[in-house]
């Protein structure tokens, strides 16, 4: 069964960093492009990252550009978000997805951004 587990979320003031954690498993998870993604109170969920099954990486959001990397280790079916000078409107649930047949998802950590 496919399953994503993220963690990492939290509190954290302006300025400050957080490094978001996803465990995937239920599918080979070395071959498909993983992406975060995130949902602010009274906002559209939107495409944060992705990065491909060999490492090359997409910052999708111009909001976070120069601030966020994703990053992932195939050998333990993970995936990372490290996010730095992090801004009250990074406040979000942020979610793990891939494609497999559908597009799936985690459960969602929360981060909030607030001094």
């Known amino acids: 069964q496919v399953q994503f587990v993220e963690s990492g979320g939290g509190l954290v003031q302006p300025g400050g960093s957080l490094r978001l954690s996803c465990a995937a498993s239920g599918f080979t998870f070395s071959t498909v492009t993983m992406s975060w993604y995130r949902q602010g109170p009274g906002k559209e969920r939107e495409l944060v990252a992705s990065i491909t099954s060999a490492g090359g990486s997409t910052i999708a959001a111009d909001s976070v550009k120069g601030r966020f990397t994703i990053s992932r280790d195939n050998a333990k079916n993970m995936v990372y978000l490290q996010m730095n000078s992090l801004k009250p409107e990074d406040t979000a649930m942020y979610y793990c997805?891939?494609?497999?047949?559908?597009?799936?998802w985690g459960q969602g950590t929360q981060v909030t951004v607030s001094s």
């Open positions: 997805s891939t494609y497999v047949g559908r597009r799936r």
